[in-house]
Nanobody
Framework: QVRLVESGGGSVQAGGSLRLSCGAS?????MAWFRQAPGKEREGVAV???????GYADSVKGRFTISKDNAKTTLYLQMNSLKPEDTAMYYC????????????????????WGQGTQVTVSS
């Protein structure tokens, strides 16, 4: 069972940038980022499969970039041009498999989760 540990959250003003990291104990998984704002359902932000194909939520396309390091044990989410509506707890997630369908990740597709890291964007 893979262990996931997120880091890199914090507070930033609108228009700023943050990079989230997620350390994984193993590399053989499809990885994704999700977020959950207070009172809202958890939503998929970005996914990267083992073929390095990526998918994003429409709300973050062009602003966020998901990537993995060469060892494939660290997942990143580079977040630029942050908006107050990006404020949420961000979670790293993993699932077995090689490829993932096009589009953003779906919560019920992922079985392994980190504890989350808070991102707060002020206007």
């Amino acid at each position: 069972q893979v262990r996931l540990v997120e880091s890199g959250g914090g507070s930033v003003q609108a228009g700023g940038s943050l990079r989230l990291s997620c350390g994984a104990s193993e590399s053989r998984y499809i990885m994704a980022w999700f977020r959950q704002a207070p009172g809202k359902e958890r939503e998929g932000v970005a996914v990267i499969d083992r073929l390095a194909r990526t998918g994003y939520a429409d709300s973050v396309k062009g602003r966020f970039t998901i990537s993995k390091d060469n060892a494939k044990t660290t997942l990143y989410l580079q977040m630029n041009s942050l908006k107050p509506e990006d404020t949420a707890m961000y979670y790293c997630a993993a699932r077995d498999g090689v490829w993932y369908r096009q589009g953003p990740p779906v919560t019920t597709d992922f079985g392994y989760w980190g504890q989350g890291t808070q991102v707060t964007v002020s206007s």
